[in-house]
């Protein structure tokens, strides 16, 4: 009895992880989010989607470059459907930050390779907006360049874009699952992300947004810097009257002594 109640205990916390790992659609339509944005390419999707870079079943699948201005906390990637598909099974999402001087991709909610980022539900229509929701916030830094990627276990997902690069710029995941060096392989089709982040050579953006919160300093702690502060500058006032009034205490005892 007491093995049995182990194994569904044990089972019970598998299921809570694996629900812990996964995101959810917060929001399916065909209007674009306008709340909460952080970075985004809402306005133009003019762009013809092109079968070796935009679908998610591609060997490399598609992925977009983005800043925020201020430390943020990512909550939701918002995307727009192609209004072309398999339609798919087994999605993923993979954020990640990027070093810009190799392109290597640090995930920051899962792993690379097949099965990397976390599960999301397949979108109910092919020309939708989809607003997935993290399972996890993400921790953004000012300045530091991220990228989010969607892949597909089976069939394709095509997302929509500019003609021309309006955002941060285009990239595919496109490297072996192995890590090897940049540009030396490309995983195979619905295989996962590779690597590295490489500029996709159609030079556009996809329609996205990155939507979460600015991070700004709690209430709390402005109050207690600015005590810290004044603290210092009280101390700070008192250390030099005291070498004032020392200083004229020990002259007088000098002259005193002297005669």
């Known amino acids: 009895m007491k093995t049995f109640w182990f194994h569904c205990a044990a089972l019970a916390v598998l299921a809570i992880a694996s629900a812990a790992d996964a995101g959810t659609i917060a929001y399916e339509g065909n209007t674009p989010p306008n709340t909460n944005i952080l970075a ?11 079968g070796n870079n935009d679908y998610t079943d591609n060997a490399g699948p598609p992925g977009e470059l983005f800043t925020v201005s201020q430390n943020s906390l ?8 192609g209004n072309s598909w398999g339609p798919p099974t087994g999605m993923h999402l993979l954020v990640g930050s990027v070093n810009p001087s190799t392109g290597v991709v640090t995930p920051l909610n899962g792993n690379l390779g097949d099965g990397g980022g976390e599960s999301v539900p397949v979108p109910a229509n092919a020309n939708d ?3 997935y929701q993290l399972s996890t916030p993400i921790d953004l830094t000012a300045g530091t360049e991220y990228v989010f990627g969607l892949y597909t276990d089976n069939m394709w997902y095509g997302l929509a874009h500019s003609a021309t690069d309006t955002a941060a710029g285009a990239v595919n995941f496109n490297d072996t699952d192995t890590f090897e060096n940049n540009n030396t392989g490309r995983p195979a089709k619905n295989d996962g992300f590779g690597q590295y982040a490489v500029l996709n050579t159609g030079d556009y953006g996809y329609v996205f947004a990155a939507q979460g919160v600015a991070v700004v300093p709690e209430p709390a702690s402005i109050a207690l810097f600015g005590i810290g502060a004044i603290g210092l500058l009280l101390v700070h006032r008192g250390g030099s009257r005291c070498m004032l009034i020392c200083g ?3 002259t007088r005892n000098l002259r005193r002594n002297l005669r």
């Open 129 to 131: 907006y989809v607003t």
């Open 74 to 81: 990512l909550e939701d990637i918002t995307v727009l459907g």
């Open 248 to 250: 004229d205490r020990a």
């Open 40 to 50: 985004s390419q809402l306005t133009d999707s003019s762009g013809s989607l092109e």
